[in-house]
């Protein structure tokens, strides 16, 4: 069984406080390690509904929780959330939603996939192998200028520019196919800096570019919007800034009046905030990032959706 273990579970379950009972969605299975704390608070008559796009994802999953009649566990990404719960929900009401944007131990760890510039492999990067373009084909097709801008702003790499024309260049001689040779082109341009590798930025701005992952996001948190039930609560655990850039716009829009009609004595119901805000930002704590270090950079944000006015109860 690959490992991996997940971030801020108890502050999550605090968050989302899930019921007996109760229908949950946990857009991000990766290797189950929400889903099953999920599951124990749901108790015998709640259930879970869990998403990963990764198909290793899903295969564990499935050998871990095979006798597991409360969980339904489906190949999709979490963009297409809404239309999976109205697919598997049944009429059950969604009482929360789970978002875990970090890459999975296992992705990382495995060289085959090509996430990680510390062991040589396939420069692939593809969540779901078997559907989109690799890192290699985007590096193989993408002019200077795109490859740039990908790397600047997915990657808020400085040096985006001077990394493009040289992997222009290297391409010119042999194409780049493996991990190790980018990352060494990378380190060739980059000088080290705070102790991170060079192709630090580099690969998760590749990454990030190969699944659109800010796209994606975008998409499942408005696909959580539309599901949540009054009362649900959205949970999203982020790992970096442009991430968590998104998920706080996106709840602080939800749950603000529209600027239109601010002031104004009378807000009709299309105005009216959908949600509110659930406490303040989470970061781990010292304990847990000496455990694990992946959890150094998790955020977590969570708000709760609102019946509007004149709604029926």
Known sequence: MDEHEPVLVDEVLEVLAPSAGGFYVDGTFGRGGHTARLLHAVGETGSVLALDRD??????????????????LVQAPFAQLAQVVAARAGGRLVCGILLDLGVSSPQLDDPSRGFSFSKDGPLDMRMDPGHGESAA???????AREIATVIAELGEERFARRIA?????????APLLRTRQLAELVQGVVRTRDGKHPATRTFQALRMYVNDELGQLRAA???AHAVLAPGGRLAVISFHSLE???VKQFMRLKSSVD???AGFPVIPPSAQPTMQLVGRKQRAGEAEVARNPRARSAVLRCAERLRLSGTPA
């Open 55 to 72: 198909p290793a994802a899903i295969a564990a999953g499935q050998q871990r929780f095979h006798d597991e009649p409360r969980l339904q």
């Open 137 to 143: 084909e985007f590096l193989a097709r993408a002019d």
């Open 165 to 173: 024309a040289a992997i222009v260049e290297a391409r010119g001689i």
């Open 221 to 223: 948190l408005e696909g």
């Open 244 to 246: 968590d850039r998104i």
């Open 259 to 261: 600027p239109v009609f």
